[in-house]
C-alpha cells in the first residue's frame, strides 16, 4: 500500500515539475516587446553606408539621404558599427541602449572620413491639438551651428527673432521638441546668430497631430544645406523638402580669348570674366539652365554652350576652356565640406589643352601623380602649412615654368586649375571655401 500512494503522489506531481522547467506563455506570462530601428544616411560622401549590430550585417548599401522601415531588435544594449560599402574598415561604432516597444531612428552623419552616429527616440503618438511638433538636428558639417525660422509663407524674418526652441543649435546636437501650427508654412534656415539665409523651403504644408525630427543636412555645398523630414507618428513618413537655391560660380580659362560673358538662359549671370580670375558663387534658383558663354567684344556670340541643372543646396563651378574655334564649358560638382580632421582640402584640375599628364609636387613632394584631362578631379587633405605647388610633365619630368603659393588652413577648400599647355602652363588657385 505504501508503495502504491507514491506511485500516485509522483504521477500526480509530474505534470506540475514539467511546468516549472518550461516557459508557458499563459496569463502569468508577459514576453518582452522588441524595440524598432530605421536608419537614415546624411553622410554624403559615401556612396552607400552598411550597418552592423553587434557585428552582423543588418543593413547594407543605404545611400545617403535614403531612409530604411523599422526593423525589430531585442530590447537590450546593442553595438552599431558603420562601414562605407564595398569596404571592410569601420567608419564608427557606438553603443545604445533600447527599450522595448519604442521605435528609434539611428542617424549617421559627418563626412565619409569622419562618421558620426546619434540614436534618436521616435514618439509614436501625436502631440494633440492639431499641432505640428518637431526638433531640428543639426548635421550639416559645414555649418557651425543654425537658427530655424518657420513662419507663414509670406513672412519676413528681418524683424523676427528665430524659433525659440530652434535656434544656436550646434553641429551633431539635437534641439527640442515644440508645436508649431500646421498647414501652410514656410521653413528657413540662417547661420546662427544672423540674417543670413542658407536654407528656404519656399511653401510648405506641414501635417497636423505629427511628430518630426528636421534633419539639417549637407550636400557638398560650402555655405548651403537641405532639410529632411522624418516623421514618427502614423506611417513614419519620410520626406525631402528641398531646398529653393543652388550655388554656381564662373572662370575663365580659355587659352588666347578675350574677357568673356557668360549668361544663365539668355541672361548674363558673370559679366566680364577675366583670363584666370575665379568669380565668386552666386546664388541661384535650383532649376535647369542653358549656359552660354561670350566675348565682351562681340555680344551675342556664342562661343560654346552647356545645359546642366543645378540641384538644391550643392555648389558648381563653370569652367571655359580650349582655344579659339574649341572653346567649351565644363561643369564641376564642388564639394566643400570641410576636412572635419582639422586639415585643409585641395582639388587639382588638368585643363592643359594638349592632353599632356601631369604630376602636382607641394615643395619637393608629390602629392597628385598621373593626372590627365579627363580624370575625375579627386580632393586631397592637406596637412596646415603653406606650400609652393608645382607642376611637371608626368612622362619626360620636366617641372614647368609656372608655380603658386597655397596655404592649406583648417576648415578651407581650395582648387588648383592647371591651363595653358605642358610647355606653357599657368596654375590658377581658387579658393572655394
Known sequence: MPARRSLLVTALLLPLLLLAGCRIETINYFPEKSAQVRFANYVPDAAGMDVLVDTAAFWSGIAPEAVTPYKPLDPVQHTFALRITGTAAQTS???????????????????????????????????????????????????????????????????????????????????????????????????????????????????????????????????????AMLQTTGAATATTLESNA????????????????????????????????????????????????????????????????LAPATDTTLYVRGDPGSQAIVALADDNIPALSGLGRLRIVNVTGNGATIDVLAGTTVIASGITPTSTPAYLDIAVGTYTLTVRDTATGAVLPAQVSYTSAISTVYTLYVAGTATQATLVLAKDR
Open 246 to 309: 543652388a550655388r554656381v560660380r564662373a572662370l575663365h580659362l580659355a587659352n588666347d580669348t578675350g574677357a568673356l560673358n557668360l549668361l544663365a538662359n539668355q541672361a548674363v549671370l558673370f559679366p566680364n570674366l577675366g583670363y584666370g580670375v575665379p568669380a565668386d558663387y552666386a546664388s541661384v534658383a535650383n532649376a535647369s539652365y542653358d549656359f552660354t558663354a561670350e566675348a565682351v567684344a562681340t555680344p551675342g556670340a556664342v562661343l560654346a554652350t552647356l545645359g546642366r541643372a
Open 93 to 227: 561604432s557606438a553603443d545604445y541602449s533600447l527599450n522595448g516597444e519604442q521605435n528609434y531612428t539611428l542617424i549617421a552623419y559627418g563626412t565619409a572620413a569622419l562618421t558620426s552616429t546619434v540614436m534618436v527616440g521616435d514618439f509614436k503618438d501625436g502631440p494633440g491639438s492639431g499641432n505640428f511638433r518637431a526638433r531640428v538636428l543639426s548635421f550639416a558639417p559645414n555649418v557651425a551651428a543654425v537658427d530655424m525660422y518657420l513662419t507663414a509663407p509670406d513672412a519676413d524674418i528681418a524683424n523676427l527673432s528665430p524659433n525659440a526652441n530652434a535656434k544656436a543649435v550646434a553641429y551633431g546636437s539635437v534641439g527640442v521638441l515644440d508645436n508649431y501650427p500646421p498647414g501652410a508654412s514656410r521653413i528657413r534656415f540662417t547661420t546662427a546668430g544672423t540674417k543670413t539665409v542658407i536654407y528656404d523651403s519656399g511653401p510648405v504644408t506641414l501635417p497636423g497631430d505629427t511628430n518630426a525630427n528636421l534633419v539639417v543636412y549637407s550636400r557638398g555645398s560650402g555655405t548651403l544645406v537641405n532639410l
